[in-house]
C-alpha cells in the first residue's frame, strides 16, 4: 500500500521527455489497468484516442502551444463519449434516449468517468517509471482538435496527455492544505482561520517559485486564480458541446 500512496504523492509534471518512443505492449498494459478506474452505472462514457501520427502530433502541437505534445514517448487524447451508448439503439430507441443523452447529468457522467480512467492512466504510467503531463490546452481550438481525429455526435475531446521517459526531475510541486480543502459533514466557509492557512501556502508556493531550476518568480496562488478567472477563456467550448448534442438539457 505504501508503494502506491508513495508513486500517487510524489507526482510531477515532466515536460521534457528522451527521444525514445513507449512501446505499444507497454500503453496496452496502462490503458487495461487504467479501465478498471470505477464508472458510473457501468457506462464507461470515455474513449482514448492514442496519437502515433507525427504529423498529426504536430498539428495538435500547434494547437495548445506546447512543445511537449510532439516531443514525447506516446501522446493519448481523453475523450468524453456517449456515442458508443447511442450506436447500440435503433432508430426508435435513439429517439427515446435523446433527452437522457443530451441532459447536463449525463454530461457530468461522461466527464467524470473520463477523468477517472485518465487519473488511473497516470498511476500505472508512473508505476512502470513513464512520467505524464495533461494537456487540457487541446480546448484552445476543441473545433480542430474534433477535425483531426474526426470525432462523431456525442463525443468531446476533454485533453490530451503527454507520456514518456522523463528527462527531467522537477520539484515536487506545492498542493493547498488539508485543512481547507477537506471539510466535515457540511461546507466550512472561509473565515480567518482557514484564511491563515491560504496565506502560509501563498507564502511556501512564492518560495517554491523563487528556489525552483527553472522559471524563478514571485507569485501566489491567490494572485494566480484572481488572474486566471478575470480572463474568460474557451467560451466557444459550450456551443461546440452542445453542438455535439451534449449537455443541452
Not at 175 to 193: A, C, F, G, K, M
Not at 196 to 208: C, E, G, H, T
Request: with cysteine.
Amino acid at each position: 500500500m505504501k508503494e502506491t500512496i508513495d508513486i500517487i504523492s510524489n507526482h510531477r509534471s515532466i515536460r521534457k521527455f528522451k527521444n525514445k518512443n513507449v512501446q505499444p505492449e507497454k500503453i496496452k498494459i496502462i490503458i487495461e489497468a487504467a479501465m478498471q478506474a470505477s464508472t458510473s452505472s457501468y457506462v464507461m462514457a470515455y474513449s482514448v484516442i492514442s496519437v502515433t501520427d507525427p504529423q498529426l502530433k504536430r498539428d495538435l502541437k500547434e494547437i495548445s502551444g506546447q512543445e511537449y505534445v510532439a516531443e514525447n514517448g506516446h501522446f493519448l487524447v481523453f475523450c468524453a463519449d456517449l456515442n458508443r451508448i447511442a450506436s447500440q439503439a435503433s432508430h426508435e430507441e435513439l429517439k427515446e434516449m435523446e433527452k437522457s443523452l443530451q441532459s447536463t447529468e449525463q454530461f457530468i457522467v461522461a466527464t467524470v468517468d473520463t477523468a477517472l480512467v485518465a487519473q488511473n492512466t497516470v498511476i500505472a504510467a508512473e508505476s512502470i517509471g513513464l512520467g505524464v503531463c495533461f494537456i487540457g490546452s487541446l480546448r484552445n481550438d476543441i473545433q480542430q482538435v474534433n477535425n483531426l481525429l474526426k470525432l462523431p455526435e456525442y463525443v468531446v475531446p476533454l485533453f490530451g496527455m503527454a507520456l514518456g521517459y522523463p528527462d527531467e526531475q522537477p520539484e515536487k510541486k506545492p498542493r493547498l492544505p488539508i485543512e481547507v480543502v477537506l471539510h466535515e459533514n457540511t461546507y466550512q466557509q472561509y473565515d480567518e482561520s482557514k484564511q491563515q492557512k491560504i496565506d502560509a501556502f501563498n507564502q511556501q508556493l512564492n518560495n517554491y517559485y523563487q528556489t525552483r531550476t527553472e522559471n524563478k518568480r514571485t507569485d501566489s496562488w491567490s494572485d494566480q486564480m484572481i488572474r486566471k478567472y478575470k480572463k474568460a477563456i474557451r467560451m466557444e467550448v459550450t456551443d461546440f458541446v452542445k453542438d455535439k448534442k451534449l449537455n443541452r438539457l
